[in-house]
C-alpha cells in the first residue's frame, strides 16, 4: 500500500480481509517537493488507531527539487531477512515530525 501524509499520521494496510497478521520488508518514503531534513515515524496499533506504538523512526534527507539530481529516500531498514511482523489485527500508521503535505510512503510485504 502507499500513503501520503501532511503532518499526521495515515494508516498503511492490507486491503484483503486476511487479519492474522503480516511480513512488512520495506517501508520507504520520497519527498514528492523540495523538503527539509523531516523524521519519519512508524507507529503500530492493535485496536484500529485508538492507542499507538511507536517503534521506530527514520531520516528523510532535505532535497530541492531539479532535474538533474536524485534525492535519497528515507528507508526504515525493513528487509526480506529482517523484516517487521504485525500480529493479527494490527495496523500499521506512518507519520511526519513537520508539517509537509509531499511526502510519501511505500510499504511492501504481505498479509497472512
Known amino acids: 500500500s502507499a500513503a501520503s501524509s501532511g503532518g499526521s499520521g495515515v494508516t498503511v494496510q492490507d486491503s484483503r480481509t486476511s487479519r492474522n497478521g503480516a511480513r512488512i520488508t520495506s517501508i520507504k518514503a520520497l519527498a514528492r517537493a523540495t523538503n527539509t531534513a523531516t523524521e519519519l515515524q512508524l507507529f503500530v496499533s492493535p485496536d484500529g488507531g485508538t492507542t499507538k506504538r511507536f517503534i521506530k523512526s527514520a531520516l528523510l534527507a532535505a532535497y530541492t527539487v531539479a532535474t538533474t539530481t536524485a534525492q535519497t529516500g528515507g528507508d526504515f531498514g525493513y528487509t526480506d531477512s529482517s523484516p517487521l511482523i504485525l500480529a ?20 511492501q510485504g504481505f498479509a497472512y
Open 88 to 107: 493479527a489485527n494490527e495496523t500499521l500508521y506512518v507519520g511526519i515530525s513537520v508539517t509537509n503535505t509531499g511526502i510519501v510512503f511505500d510499504a
